[in-house]
């Protein structure tokens, strides 16, 4: 199956529209971004040309691209961010820049840091220093509410101080503070974006959602971290998208939006929904020792993004969450690979 068109990533360039460098495009994210872009679903970005440039670790899948694999506006470059010359080769004539690329999760970082600091912070880095070098219209970098790290209760703002505790968190927080000086220092119109989870299709089965509902579609057990007793925020990854190219066309350069979702649970209350919604009873759950330096709750205040871009989000959770399980049951082929990394 031809699943991704390869061409010089600069052989499409049209120099009336926008050209736009995805990094982290075949991951969960970005690939629903690319695929948004390409379908001409995200206001303000209808026609715009789209090249993947992405390293293809474990989580990245040419798969995820498979629904636009035919749009003569799409490029794909198989790379690292952190390759200097390689970023130095693809990005001009790119005029805005949206970086999704990352190792995304918190329990491989607690494993092994090291990834985690060479892709998040100096492959921001080389990004930022090419984007800077061919003076790109808008660089997004897309990052997370860990990076605050726990809140009893309320709500961050973006004025809130950092204060990261897995490394994941801790290396998302030293991209972003690189972006914001690379426009204090540099005027590079930086806008940093901040999201709770996310949910969705072709999301790795290593994460939460996709886990527990693989896990029990193919007869196993969940795992379940503690008491369940955390508090996570679930913001659908096509709302995530919106909010995402609100950021790039309006969104103010060297500004933080936050992009929340408002709809709270604990990861034991959302255990339960995911057992009804599979079929399954509570004897399915393994309650396993807690993940260390677990975060206990995120919570955002989204209001800048809300007020200033107009941004609601359109999937409520019951909906979203319904028809990602559906997606689940009904695209085996796509997980099932993908089980055991
Ligand atoms: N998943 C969430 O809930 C969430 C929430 C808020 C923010 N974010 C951020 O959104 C972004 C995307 O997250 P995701 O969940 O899609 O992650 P993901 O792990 O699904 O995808 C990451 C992608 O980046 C690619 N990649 C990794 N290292 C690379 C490198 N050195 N060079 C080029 N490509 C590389 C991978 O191949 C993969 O395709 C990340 O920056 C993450 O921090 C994620």
């Known amino acids: ?103 995304s999760h918190v329990d491989r970082s607690i494993r092994g840091a090291a990834e985690f600091a060479t892709t998040n912070v100096l492959g921001t880095q080389v990004l930022l220093d090419a984007a800077l070098r061919h003076g790109v219209e808008k660089f997004v970098q897309v990052s997370t509410d860990e990076v605050y790290g726990s809140i009893a209760s309320g709500t961050w703002t973006e004025a809130t101080p950092l204060a990261p505790t897995s490394p994941y968190a801790a290396t998302k927080a030293g991209a972003d503070l690189l972006a914001l000086a690379f426009f204090r220092t540099h005027g590079l119109p930086v806008t940093v974006t901040r999201c709770a989870n996310n949910y969705g299709p072709y999301q790795h089965p290593e994460k939460l959602i996709p886990r527990f509902v693989t896990n029990l579609l193919s007869g196993r057990n969940v795992p379940l971290y503690g008491e369940g007793t955390q508090i996570r925020d679930w913001v659908h990854v096509e709302d995530h998208c919106r909010a995402t190219a609100l950021a790039l066309t309006a969104g103010r350069p060297g500004e933080v939006y936050h992009v929340g979702g408002g709809d709270e649970l604990t990861n034991k209350e959302l255990t339960g929904l995911l057992l009804d919604a599979c079929g399954a009873g509570w004897d399915r759950v393994d309650h396993v020792p807690d993940r260390k330096g677990h975060d206990h709750r995120y919570a955002l205040d989204d209001t800048r993004l809300r007020e200033e871009l107009g941004y609601r989000p359109a999937i409520d959770f019951s909906t979203g969450l319904a028809e990602t399980v559906r997606w689940y049951r009904d695209n085996e082929d796509w997980w099932r690979p993908l089980l055991g990394d």
């Open 1 to 103: 199956m031809a699943i991704f068109i390869r061409r010089p990533p600069t052989c499409g360039y049209t120099a009336d529209l926008m050209n736009l460098l995805v990094t982290g495009g075949a991951g969960f994210i970005g690939s629903a971004f690319a695929r948004a872009v390409l379908a001409d679903t995200l206001p303000g970005l209808e026609g715009a040309r789209v090249t993947v440039l992405d390293k293809l670790t474990y989580a990245g899948n040419f798969a995820n691209l498979g629904p636009v694999a035919h749009s003569k506006r799409l490029d794909f470059v198989p790379g690292d961010v952190c390759d200097t010359a390689l970023v130095a080769s693809v990005l001009p004539r790119h005029d805005h820049v949206v970086h999704f690329a990352a190792e």
